[in-house]
Nanobody, 119 residues
Framework: QVQLVESGGGLVQPGGSLRLSCTAS????????MEWYRQAPGKERELVAR???????DYLESVKGRFTISRDNAKNTVYLQMNSLEPEDAAVYYC?????????????WGQGTQVTVSS
C-alpha cells in the first residue's frame, strides 16, 4: 500500500502562484510514476503533469510553461509548482502514484487538495 498526503492548496488571485506537495509512504517511492490530476466541477478528471522515476516530465498543453512538476526521492515527495494561475486552473488537485507490475497496474490516489483562483 502507498499512502499519499497532499498539501499546499488554497485561494490565490489570478496571476498568483501555489506549490502543491504530495508525500508518499508505505512502499518504495522511486518505483512509481508520480502524477498530478485535477477535476473541476462538472468536468472529467484530467492529467496535469507526470514525472517518471528517472525524472522525465510531461504536461497538459494548457499548463506548459506555467506549471513545473518535480520529485525529491529522498523525501518521498512530488511537487507541483503552479505559476501564472488562471481561473480555469481552479479544481481539486489529486496526486497519483502508479507502476506496472506482472499483475497489472498498481496505483494509488491522494485525497485531493482544493485550488481556487479568484480575485
Amino acid at each position: 500500500q502507498v499512502q499519499l498526503v497532499e498539501s499546499g492548496g488554497g485561494l490565490v488571485q489570478p496571476g498568483g502562484s501555489l506549490r502543491l506537495s504530495c508525500t508518499a509512504s508505505g512502499e518504495i517511492f522511486i518505483m512509481y510514476v508520480m502524477e498530478w490530476y485535477r477535476q473541476a466541477p462538472g468536468k472529467e478528471r484530467e492529467l496535469v503533469a507526470r514525472v517518471t522515476s528517472s525524472g522525465n516530465t510531461d504536461y497538459l498543453e494548457s499548463v506548459k510553461g506555467r506549471f513545473t512538476i518535480s520529485r525529491d526521492n529522498a523525501k518521498n515527495t512530488v511537487y507541483l509548482q503552479m505559476n501564472s494561475l488562471e481561473p480555469e486552473d481552479a479544481a481539486v488537485y489529486y496526486c497519483h502514484a502508479g507502476r506496472q507490475t506482472p499483475g497489472g497496474l498498481r496505483e494509488f490516489w491522494g485525497q485531493g487538495t482544493q485550488v481556487t483562483v479568484s480575485s
